[in-house]
């Protein structure tokens, strides 16, 4: 993703994220979804919150789609991923993106473990773990709602969105990802 191109998304969103409604609006959302994965959803920050509702907003068309857009980035954990990983993480992918490689090569050597909540656990808290949550959101959100029972073309969706998509649905949820 080129963070330059969608520039104007985010900052959309972060004028959003000062909206005072925001919770409201999330909690009206939110019901389309079991309350395993609302817990999961609300628990995301601010920013994440209304970045999600903006992606979902524009997949409405697709009962499901707009599910895995509303979860879609809750693996970004905010007991683990503190927000100054990730504006180094940002600052990294634009300006130094050889030495955000070097450090993820080291990161995911460091990550051990059979599973991804596991290898995040395997890491002390920290820019590492932090690190490691960024790059594998994903992954940690489908664990997360594969063990709260959610259908497993969701759980594949929010699984995905971080890879090339797989099908037209996965496609869609990236192309609005992407504006955000
Ligand atoms: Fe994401
Ligand atoms: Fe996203």
Redesign the pocket.
């Known amino acids: 993703m080129n963070t330059w191109k969608n520039l104007p998304g985010k900052l959309w969103v972060s004028f959003m994220a000062l909206n005072p409604r925001l919770h409201r609006r999330a909690l009206s959302a939110g019901r389309v979804l079991s309350p395993a994965e609302r817990d999961l959803f609300l628990s995301m920050d601010r920013y994440d919150l209304a970045?999600s509702l903006a992606?979902a907003s524009r997949l409405r068309e697709d009962p499901l789609l707009y599910r895995a857009a509303l979860l879609?980035?809750s693996g970004k954990l905010v007991t683990e991923l503190k927000l100054r990983v990730r504006w180094a993480y940002t600052f990294l992918e634009v300006f130094r993106p050889r030495w955000l490689q070097r450090l993820t090569n080291w990161v995911e050597g460091e990550a051990l473990g059979r599973g991804v909540l596991e290898r995040m656990r395997s890491l002390p808290p920290g820019w590492k773990r932090g690190l490691f949550v960024q790059l594998h959101h994903g992954e940690i959100a489908a664990e997360l709602l594969r063990r709260a029972g959610s259908d497993e073309v969701l759980v594949g969706l929010v699984e995905g969105h971080q890879k090339e998509p797989a099908d037209e649905r996965a496609a869609s949820l990236r192309r609005v990802?992407d504006l955000f």
Do not use: N
Request: no cysteine; hydrophobic share 20%.
């Open positions: 970045h992606v879609h980035d990802d």
